[in-house]
T-cell receptor, first 114, second 114 residues
């Protein structure tokens, strides 16, 4: 039981490049989400999904796309990377869309955009 | 926007002492959760307290919630060097709608000195 797996662990991009951050969970969780963590700002919600085929925007969605074709996978796409997207990205999942179940986090992807 | 704000931002104590961290939030909530983050890792769920609860215990952890003051505290008793980590509160606001949108504070960095 691996939990939430994120790849890659580290990535360096040039401005304007695109890439996909991968996230997979093996707990059959309904809810999945992406957060970014910046120094002094806590975690901010980018996008979330309450089930296969259903996604919605969080607090800071601009510049990012998501899709949820299966229950297990929730990739995050950066369309045209910008230095402001330099951050640590966390994928998290939960049993339910309701807020009274804990979030399970992956170990993060550290992204640098030059 | 950050719903929860932790205080203090950093705390340094000796092994065996108690550590208290506080969290204040702005809007009405369904529940409040505390998470721990070790350096370079994802967040790990510690404890959830619902809005109709005032106090909850889990091992060496004690959480209180005062909805009238919109604040919570996390007490770690008899601290150990292994408790060194960042601690975050996360709130599940009543305005979340159909799906959770947990909002995280910026965290308290706890250092336990051996």
């Amino acid at each position: 039981n691996a939990g939430v797996t994120q790849t890659p662990k580290f990535q360096v991009l040039k401005t304007g490049q695109s890439m996909t951050l991968q996230c997979a969970q093996d707990m059959n969780h309904e809810y999945m989400s992406w957060y970014r963590q910046d120094p002094g700002m806590g975690l901010r919600l980018i996008h979330y999904s309450v089930g296969a085929g259903i996604t919605d925007q969080g607090e800071v969605p601009n510049g990012y796309n998501v899709s949820r074709s299966t229950t297990e996978d929730f990739p995050l796409r950066l369309l045209s990377a910008a230095p402001s997207q330099t951050s640590v990205y966390f994928c998290a999942s939960s049993y339910s869309r309701q807020g009274d179940f804990p979030l399970h986090f992956g170990n993060g992807t550290r992204l640098t955009v030059t | 926007s950050q719903q929860g704000e932790e205080d203090p931002q950093a705390l340094s104590i000796q092994e065996g002492e108690n550590a208290t961290m506080n969290c204040s939030y702005k809007t009405s909530i369904n529940n409040l959760q505390w998470y721990r983050q070790n350096s370079g890792r994802g967040l790990v769920h510690l404890i959830l307290i619902r809005s109709n609860e005032r106090e909850k215990h889990s091992g060496r952890l004690r959480v209180t919630l005062d909805t009238s003051k919109k604040s919570s505290s996390l007490l770690i008793t008899a601290s150990r060097a292994a408790d060194t980590a960042s601690y975050f509160c996360a709130t599940d606001p009543i305005s979340s709608g159909s799906a959770r949108q947990l909002t995280f504070g910026s965290g308290t960095q706890l250092t336990v000195l051996p």
